[in-house]
């Protein structure tokens, strides 16, 4: 049987079947129309992925462990704005923050990255103005906006965390703590407060912390209390090469470039000469310009 004859056969069929001369045509049109629909929407959904992320190659399959979750300052997230790093000459990723959840968005770079028609998105918090589909700047960074949305947009900015999570599955990085909630630089925080916030807090932050995406961790020097749960968890949280600074003054211990408990234990500094104490002032100015760790205290030095 030739193509040609089957498909004369298959018209007979078709319309035998429906009553409608030259329903073939139509039904081929609905057919092709569904699997374009497919098409541009990457494959049908399946628990919570699509079907092609599930025939990945297994290169992807296996990509590294994930970052553990870490909390991010507005002045932190500016900086994933995916443009050219000046120092590495490599292209930065494109984080973004939808009603406080970051999300990593650099498989999008087409789309939120330098160039792209949501640039200004990048390293922003952007949930009011995704929710009302609006490139208003005063919506950007903005989360009190987010608390008077009505009810349509509030609908709308669920359904767009739910595709960068599920559909796009950007992979979540943290949570944004806004400026109006990390506590005053300016309070006094004794050695004992401090040791509560040692990096071994386990669940979920709860309370004034209850937006956060990991427990703080605290650490003192000079007389500043850094919290360092702000993209230092890895080396500062549980089981982190620098763990053991975590909840204590390690003014000495930085000065000293030192892990010796004795150093860790001991919080004065009076002894050390202007070497040293650059050195600790050296790690201070890295934590706060470099790394960004907020300023949540003065330290209460001991008498």
């Known amino acids: 049987m030739t193509l040609s004859h089957a498909a004369k056969e298959l018209g007979k069929w078709c319309d035998a079947k429906t009553g409608i001369e030259g329903s073939s045509g139509y039904i081929l049109l609905l057919v092709f129309t569904i699997l374009g629909y497919i098409y541009i929407n990457d494959g049908f959904q399946m628990n919570g992925s699509t079907k092609r992320a599930a025939n990945n190659d297994k290169d992807d399959e296996e990509e590294d462990t994930p970052d553990p979750p870490r909390n991010f300052t507005m002045k932190q997230l500016r900086y994933f704005d995916g443009k050219v790093n000046e120092t590495t000459n490599e292209s930065k990723p494109v984080y973004l923050s939808v009603a406080g959840t970051v999300f990593d968005v650099s498989k999008g770079r087409e789309f939120y990255g330098p160039g792209g028609p949501y640039e200004m998105f990048a390293g922003r918090e952007c949930g009011a103005a995704l929710a009302t589909m609006s490139f208003d700047e005063s919506l950007l960074d903005n989360m009190s906006a987010i608390d008077t949305l009505g009810r349509g947009d509030k609908a709308e900015l669920e359904n767009w965390l739910e595709k960068f999570e599920h559909y796009r599955c ?55 209390v850094f919290d360092v749960s702000f993209g230092g968890v890895e080396m500062y949280g549980k089981g982190g090469p620098y763990n053991r600074f975590a909840g204590k003054d390690a003014s000495r211990a930085l000065a000293l470039m030192s892990f010796d408990p004795k150093d860790i234990e001991n919080t004065d500094i009076s002894d050390l000469d202007e070497k040293k104490v650059k050195v600790l002032m050296d790690w201070v100015k890295t934590f706060e310009e470099k790394k960004g760790y907020p300023v949540v205290g003065k330290l209460q030095k001991s008498s």
């Open 170 to 224: 950007y992979p979540i990085k943290g949570r944004l703590v806004p400026d109006d909630k990390l506590p005053s630089p300016d309070r006094t925080i004794t050695l004992e407060e401090l040791a509560k916030y040692d990096g071994n807090n386990d669940g979920t932050p709860a309370g004034e912390h209850s937006g956060y995406a990991t427990h703080p961790i605290y650490l003192g020097a000079r007389d500043k």
